[in-house]
């Protein structure tokens, strides 16, 4: 006769439980399965069954409502929100309305946009943050004008090629002013 005092099963049977988990939709068995993102959890019977969950359930934030603010499109109140590529600020009367506030911090940063110059247009370059926080330079008219550098600008014609601008680099022996041009070779150190 068994003694009562020890469990039925061991803790790593029960860790084996959840290896052999079923599919909540037809009932086949759940294995883990790769992509290019990554690892995930999916149906055996795949294309007959698409059922997927990812291995990593990440806490969902409920939205945080801003008192006092306001949406400018629909005057509903305005909310901290958790999206696709982290927290942005939107309105708390989505799906009705789509306003999401612009705080990507973009910021003029005195240059003309060379690409736009040539063609006889005025826009300026703008600072901007992608979205893993990597700084980046572009035209204001973007879509419609595509022009992007990756170091600050610097206003200066290039005295090689004369290109209208001049770009500002960090290197090992210290700051650079480098013409963005890649057949270009011009450089010199800052002073």
Known sequence: MPNSDKPLFSQHEHALEKAYEVCPECGSEIVIKNSKSGKFFGCASYPACEFTRPVVEHERLEDKVLAGTECPECQHELAVKQGRYGMFIGC?????????????????????????????????????????????????????????????????????????????????????????????TYKRKEI
């Open 92 to 184: 708390s009367n989505y799906p009705q309305c789509h306003h999401i506030e612009d705080t990507s911090g973009q910021e003029d940063v005195g240059v003309a946009c060379p690409q736009c110059q040539k063609k006889g247009k005025q826009a300026e370059l703008t600072e901007r943050t992608n979205r893993y926080g990597k700084t980046f330079y572009s035209c204001e008219q973007y879509p419609k004008c595509k022009y992007v550098l990756n170091y600050p600008p610097v206003a200066e014609k290039c005295p090689q090629c004369q290109w209208p601008i001049l770009v500002k680099r960090k290197m090992a022996s210290g700051n650079v002013i480098i013409c963005p041009e890649k057949k270009c």
